[in-house]
């Protein structure tokens, strides 16, 4: 049985008194512990000692939103995966479609950044998804699967076991209102698991949890995390306010 996770990406968002006045609120909320759903939260990276202690003694679990491919030195405005776990991160995002999109992080790059998290210890949520036109071309299993076998080429089954989470967030659907239909994300999900099981095993395959993010609010969780093959959702926008992050924690 897949733990579902409801997870909260920041992004480059908040200031710090909201930030620590978020982590609050999703600790209440997670303390109701609705049906066995883990939360996680990745807030930018000043705010991470903050927030960890607002979630000081909480089950919510706190991730980097990246990571960098390097383990120290000459790297300006990098953050190493000693000083994610550091700071008391369980998690880091690898591969986000915006790091992809703005900061020219490469399959090879997201490889790297991943085999330095679970050097670490960290466990990783690894973010892939097929932009508009690749989907209006067909290509969104082709794209997603090169992703998928370039980031995980390295990772052992012991490593996947327990530590991976995949996340499918077609580029499309990320902020613009636009979510994939149960339907179809259900598709992609069944899709990765297959990949998944080619690349290990069924067993293990069946045991990873596939996120769901792009546009996922209060009106749409509950039909996409009854979906068999979703086992949580990556959400923006909507887990930057309380009210709409815990509605869709609740869905
Ligand atoms: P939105 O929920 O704002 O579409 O963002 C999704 C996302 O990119 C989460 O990582």
Known sequence: MRNELIAANWKMNLHRSEAVGLARACRTMAATGRNGREVLIAPPYPYLAAVREALEGSPVLLAGQDVSQYAEGAYTSQVSAEMLVDVGCRYTLAGHSERREHSGDSDDVVAAKMRRAFDC?????????????????????????????????????????????????????????????????????????GVLAGRYDTGLAEEIRILYGGSVKPANAAELLGANDIDGVLVGGASLDAESFNAIFAA
């Open 121 to 193: 210890g960290l466990n990783v949520i690894l973010c892939v998804g097929e932009k508009e036109a690749e989907r209006d071309r067909g290509e969104e299993r082709s794209v997603v699967r090169r992703q998928i076998d370039a980031a995980l080429g390295a990772v052992s089954r012991e490593e996947a076991a327990g530590r991976l989470v995949v996340a499918y967030e077609p580029v499309w659907a990320i902020g613009t209102g636009r979510t994939a239909t149960s339907a179809d994300a259900q598709e992609m999900h069944a899709f990765l698991r």
